[in-house]
């Protein structure tokens, strides 16, 4: 098996560290041996950190960004931060000519993702799950409607509102497909930099980038979802709490945090402890029925159709 690369981005954030380490002890559960010994993880990073040594059996390598580097790459989108995913993908495959994974740090593995890298270094694009059209964003489909954008090599073009909106937290892309970076970079560039991008709901900033990647990766090739083999966990960021209970492993002051979480939300739980981590479906309902609260959050921003969707349905109406 050829060696194969997970790319992580973490910057400055305590928690945004332990959530990388997270995420790759739930690879560690589940990877197979084959992979195992081919794997690297790059982490992209302001600035290297101390790995614990629960995970210090992967090959890890830092590629510590300058920071003339990445301030220009931010400068250039309007300091728009999530465009370094698309700026450390170039930056990868300026150095190796493989198979990239781009996994965000809120996530967690449920399965073997070989079969990721097998289809990857078939040509095919990942993301982690469909979401819904262009169209159903109402002010991001009005905006689409009146701009048109340029490419590289100087032509126009307009994005279809009837394109989907896919979630970013997992990104495959094999070198044969480099050049649609340069797009996206350039696509995010141009929108970041508009004024008339819509400002509210703050958070439709952030789709950005997701637009980007959605439509150069549909307009090029059919996206394959990866969400059966890895959950992205950004509807409820505390997860993360609840996954170093699972695993039984809390890094650094998690612990703590996940002390003062339980007592300040005053609920009863159980223990999660005794939850199989494969089990996808006990832990993150486990945790949900406990936090009640969470349910109408996730009817609104998990889509339907969904490995997530579904079940998180199917466990409210049955």
Known sequence: MMKQYILYLVFDSTKIQNEFVYSLLSLDKV?????????????????????PPIV?????????????????????????????????????FSHY?????????????????????????????????REEKFLQKTEI????????????????????????????????????????????????EQISNDNEWPKKPTWDSKLIEQLAFSYFF????????????????????????FIGKNIG???????IEFSNF??????QRTDVTQLEFKDVSSVLFTIMNEYSYIYLELLFNLPAKTFIGELLREEIFG
């Open 31 to 51: 990877i197979s041996q084959g992979l195992r010994d081919e794997i690297e993880i790059i982490v992209y990073t302001n600035i290297e950190f101390q790995v």
């Open 56 to 92: 210090a059996h992967f090959k890890i390598t830092f590629r510590v960004l300058d920071k003339s580097e990445y301030e220009t790459w931010l400068k250039r989108s309007n300091n728009f931060f999530l465009t370094l995913k698309a700026w450390i993908l170039k930056d990868f």
């Open 97 to 129: 000519r493989t198979n990239a994974l781009f996994v965000d740090t809120d996530t967690f593995f449920v399965k073997d993702p070989l079969p990721l890298f097998q289809s990857i270094e078939q040509g095919h694009l990942q993301m982690h799950v």
């Open 141 to 188: 489909c009005n905006y689409l409607k009146t701009h048109r954008f340029n490419s590289l090599d100087g032509t126009s073009y307009a994005i279809s509102t009837q394109a989907y909106m896919w979630n970013s937290g997992v990104v495959g892309v094999n070198y044969s497909n480099w050049p649609i970076v340069d797009e996206i970079i350039n696509l995010i």
């Open 218 to 241: 549909q307009r090029n090739n059919k996206i394959r979802a990866a969400e059966q083999y890895i959950i992205h966990y950004w509807f409820f960021k505390p997860f993360r709490l």
């Open 249 to 255: 492993y809390f890094n650094g002051s998690d612990e």
């Open 262 to 267: 339980i007592k300040k939300d005053q609920v």
